[in-house]
């Protein structure tokens, strides 16, 4: 199922793809994901007592790749999966970040991206449609906070998830183990 | 035939009487057809109800309010059953004092009080089974508030379950039971006024 969400962020395109390319290296958007992919799971289980609901894998896995550069546009790759027992339970996310130039002073960014519904009883018991608006709502909280930390790297809030490592990186996800 | 804040209430004293008992055993093993443990599964509940009852505060429009309500780690499985019992009792106050017209986010629409009420009623009925269920127990609420409650989130459910125990279709509606000569249910709450 494809999801995207976009916002224009008040920098210029060689600004924004800079600093894109910094929150990745340093690490702060594999947090960001990891934090983001933790909320999508959260926002499943509040829907309702379901199956077996998801919540139970405990490591996020985020991949992201370099930034991309092409004539108009800024690329990044990546890709969220739960690994682990009970990862199948989570949704699995391929997208793309890509930034434009907005005019002269700004840059539009817009993540687009397909998931795999998760496994299992949520996967299929869960109406696809609430599926997808829980979906909808972590990569849009997603991108909002991307875009702030590119319009303001100073101001941004650190992810909760462990950082500094670049590209790959496993996080636990609620509940930790006990 | 709503769902009140005192039917909230109610599923949350039948959790509370049917779980306290049992809390002087292990909560690390699962909750029922769960991949949780019964202790993650009370955690849930009390983040769940907490969550909902942020909604009716401040009422979001395209998301959940963005926190998340945990337990102590080392708390006992009498402390994380009191957790959720909290949860509850905090959702029942929002659902008492918010206005009619209020409306929050929820993925399966936009609820008001009466409908976070009885997703609330929902969410620690059944999971409260579940954790009785790792037990060898189950939980045996009141049949007209299951009756109340599936009306309200499953309005189609409960006229072609008319004759079914409310409790067990209830379930079913949660995938938790099977109920001969019906489907296995679609999860799709219906936590929006009724009329809309």
Redesign the interface.
């Known amino acids: 199922m494809f999801v995207g969400a976009e916002t224009v962020l008040d920098v210029t395109f060689d600004v924004a793809r800079m600093r894109l390319a910094n929150l990745a290296r340093t690490g702060w958007l594999a947090g960001a994901s990891g934090d983001a992919y933790g ?1 999508w799971g ?2 499943l ?9 998801p ?2 894998s405990r490591l996020v896995e985020v991949r992201l790749r370099d930034v991309v550069m092409h004539e108009s546009s800024a690329v990044l790759a990546l890709r969220w999966e739960a690994v682990g027992p ?1 990862g199948g ?1 989570f949704p699995v996310l391929d997208a793309d970040i890509k930034l434009t130039p907005h005019g002269e002073s700004e840059t539009l960014m817009a993540m687009t991206g397909a998931y795999r519904p998760p496994l299992g ?1 949520v996967g ?4 696809r ?3 997808h ?2 979906a909808v ?1 972590s990569v ?2 997603f991108v909002s906070r991307v875009g702030t930390a590119i319009a303001d790297p100073a101001g941004a809030t650190a992810p909760q998830a462990a950082s500094g490592t670049p590209r790959w990186l496993r996080f636990p996800l ?3 183990e ?1 | 035939m709503t769902v009140t804040a005192s039917d909230l209430e109610t599923a949350i004293s039948c959790m509370m009487s049917g779980l306290l008992p049992v809390t002087d055993r292990d909560w690390s093993v699962r909750a029922g057809t769960l991949e949780w443990d019964c202790w993650h599964t009370a955690e849930h509940i009390g983040d769940c109800l907490l969550s909902y009852a942020w909604q009716l505060a401040v009422q979001p429009t395209t998301r959940y309010v963005r926190a998340v309500a945990t337990a102590e780690k080392d708390a006992s499985p009498a402390e994380v059953l009191e957790f959720a019992i909290t949860g509850g009792r905090v959702l029942a106050s929002m659902v008492r004092t918010s206005p009619a017209h209020v409306r929050a986010y929820h993925p399966a629409g936009m609820a008001d009080p009466e409908g976070f009420a009885a997703l609330g009623c929902n969410e620690a009925l059944v999971h409260g089974n579940d954790i009785a269920q790792g037990f060898g127990l189950s939980l045996q609420p009141p049949r007209d508030v299951c009756r109340r409650v599936l009306a309200r989130i499953y309005p189609h459910a409960l006229a072609e379950l008319a004759d079914a125990d409310p409790w067990t279709s209830l379930l079913w509606a949660a995938g938790r039971t099977e109920l001969p000569g019906y489907p296995p249910a679609r999860w799709r709450p219906h936590p929006a006024p009724l009329n809309s």
Do not use: I, Y
């Open positions: 909320e959260q926002g289980a509040r829907v309702g007592p379901l199956g077996s609901a919540g139970v009970g339970l009883a299929a018991a869960l109406d449609a609430v599926m608006r829980v709502a849009q909280s609620a509940p930790e006990a």
